[in-house]
Nanobody, 121 residues
Framework: QVQLVESGGGLVQAGGSLTLSCVAS????????MAWYRQAPGKQRELVAG???????KYLDSVLGRFTISRDNAKNTAYLQMTSLKPEDTAVYYC???????????????WGQGTQVTVSS
């Protein structure tokens, strides 16, 4: 079995910073793409940032220049550094990873349980 566990969320004032972490554990052969999504109340879940196994990155337009996604393959961990936070960044942030499990050929998508980020004005 594979688990993704996020941490690092919390309450921060506008203009502040937070760094989220996502650790993958279990029967992992290889981790391909990793990504952070978010879902605000009453809104659809949206892709915030993604990073490939080759460290190619992509970002939601509204977070470009403020958020940075990175990964540490030795630790099976992805990070999301968030700076200049705005109240509209308030959401539950979810980690997503495409993982090939031991004994498998094709990757499966796994999700973390989510971590709340609240930005006060």
């Amino acid at each position: 079995q594979v688990q993704l566990v996020e941490s690092g969320g919390g309450l921060v004032q506008a203009g502040g910073s937070l760094t989220l972490s996502c650790v993958a554990s279990g029967s992992i052969f290889r981790i391909d793409d990793m990504a952070w999504y978010r879902q605000a109340p009453g809104k659809q879940r949206e892709l915030v940032a993604g990073i490939s196994s080759g460290d190619m990155t992509k970002y939601l337009d509204s977070v470009l220049g403020r958020f940075t996604i990175s990964r540490d393959n030795a630790k099976n961990t992805a990070y999301l550094q968030m700076t200049s936070l705005k109240p509209e960044d308030t959401a539950v942030y979810y980690c997503n990873a495409k993982i090939i499990q031991d004994g498998s050929t094709w990757p499966r998508a796994f999700w973390g349980q989510g971590t709340q980020v609240t930005v006060s004005s």
